[in-house]
């Protein structure tokens, strides 16, 4: 337990990560306000990656727990639900902490607030898969608001709250009902995404306190993250239904202008990798997310579909004409 007196766990989620796992335990135990509980959650890994931080256990005050794979919401609720900490500290395998992380994190827990606060977060460093820096306080150039004031903003774009980069009061993480595990992607979206509805305060850090690793075995490029995006896009359709007595059109304004791009783009690659049942799974998903645009994406999609369908047509005769196509969709794109 640190000076604050506030227990902070933290909980690592551990899936074949044995290259970055050393760099991750190193980052928690440089930090200057030492977490009371190190969590390692090993969700059913193939590799190495358990045997290193068993290595860890053996000299420091870890715990590693074991479970049958289930992805990251799974796990990180496993470790969550093992431990006794007032606040919940994650990260990543692949990320770092800076040894400040999480002494910076705790101050706005310690002062008396109006409203009580649901997180904690702050920019972040990018890093690549070697450790070398590529993009210093990246979410100073990326859209999204901080912090969290309003649905509306959290809807049409991505949070870009990350886990790694954040400290959450364990009393509104199981007010909310913790991670969906039924998403292996969009999950720390999700939850909030829930914590801001629930009422919960939110505080921005503008310093970089975490090193965010992205790399090609990341799973923001995964299968699991494309039919994550789907049944998250689905979810936030049944959660905000549209209110035209108030002109809030959630799925025309907020919702499918920020899915359709990225639904698009995982058509592509599974047509691109001729992932025959891919390219069917996610020629379904875009069929029903355009559906739901504005007039001018429904008029150009009308007249793509047809094409979309089968996969040998659409590798003939879209791939080739991409570099026409492009324009032609960010002009129906375009916000009227």
């Not at 227990?7 to 760099?23: E, H």
């Not at 914590?195 to 306190?209: C, S």
């Not at 047809?306 to 002009?331: G, K, N, T, Y």
């Amino acid at each position: 337990m640190g000076e604050t007196g506030l227990r902070i766990v933290t909980v690592i989620p551990l899936y074949n990560g044995a290259r970055f796992i050393a760099r991750a335990l190193d980052s928690v135990l440089d930090q200057t306000l030492p977490p009371s509980e190190i969590i390692v959650v090993d969700d059913g890994s193939t590799d190495d990656g358990p045997v290193i931080v068993q290595r860890f256990v053996n000299s420091h005050p870890i715990r590693l727990l074991r479970k049958p794979n289930g992805g990251q919401s799974s796990a990180r609720n496993f470790g969550i639900a093992s431990s006794n900490a007032d606040h919940i500290a994650l990260l990543d395998q692949d990320d770092a902490w800076y040894p400040n992380h999480l002494e910076e994190l705790v101050r706005p827990f310690q002062e008396a607030r109006a409203r009580e606060l649901g997180w904690v977060y702050s920019d972040l460093d990018e890093i690549d898969s070697d450790g070398n820096m590529v993009v210093r306080s990246l979410l100073r150039m990326m859209p999204s608001a901080h912090p969290k004031r309003d649905v509306f903003t959290c809807l049409t774009m991505d949070m870009f709250v990350l886990p790694s980069a954040s400290l959450i009061s364990r009393k509104a993480f199981e007010a909310v009902g913790g991670f969906d595990e039924n998403l292996m992607g969009y999950e720390d979206d999700d939850l909030f995404l829930r914590l801001f509805r629930a009422g919960y305060d939110n505080i921005y850090l503008d310093i970089p306190l975490t090193q965010w690793r992205i790399h090609t075995g990341s799973s923001s490029y995964s299968r699991r993250m494309s039919e994550s995006r789907a049944i998250y896009f689905r979810k936030l359709l049944a959660s905000f239904p549209d209110e035209p007595q108030r002109r809030r059109y959630f799925a025309r304004d907020c919702l499918a202008p920020r899915f359709f791009p990225k639904l698009a783009s995982d058509y592509l690659v599974a047509l691109r990798d001729r992932e025959n049942d891919g390219v069917a799974v996610t020629f379904r998903n875009l069929k029903f997310v355009s559906r739901l645009h504005n007039p001018r994406v429904r008029i150009v999609m009308t007249m793509v579909l047809p094409f979309l369908r089968f996969p040998f047509v659409a590798r003939c005769l879209v791939l080739p004409f991409l570099p026409v196509l492009r324009p032609i969709v960010r002009w129906a794109l375009r916000v009227r």
